[in-house]
C-alpha cells in the first residue's frame, strides 16, 4: 500500500476540501477528453497529480508544476 505524503505549492501547504486532513495519496491521473479519445489519441491528453486524501478519500487535482509532495 502506498504511503502517506503532505503536499504544498509555493510554501503552502494543501488541505483536504472536505475534511481539512493533511495526508494524501498521490496518482497521475489523466484528464482525457472525448474527441481525443475517438481518435484513439487518448494517451496524448494532459495529465494532472491527484490527490486522494488518506482520511476520506476526497480527490483534489493539481496541474502546477510548482506541486511539491513531501513523506508525511
Same mark, same amino acid.
Given at each position: ?14 488541505? /483536504?476540501?472536505? /475534511? ?32 486522494? /486524501?488518506?482520511? /476520506? ?16
Amino acid at each position: 500500500m502506498a504511503k502517506p505524503v503532505r503536499a504544498a505549492i509555493g510554501g503552502k501547504w494543501i488541505r /483536504c476540501g472536505f /475534511c481539512g486532513g493533511d495526508a494524501f495519496r498521490d496518482r497521475e491521473v489523466k484528464l482525457n477528453s472525448s474527441g481525443m479519445e475517438l481518435l484513439n489519441l487518448g494517451w496524448a491528453n494532459e495529465s494532472a497529480t491527484g490527490l486522494i /486524501c488518506w482520511n /476520506c478519500g476526497y480527490v483534489q487535482l493539481f496541474m502546477n508544476d510548482d506541486l511539491d509532495l513531501y513523506k508525511a
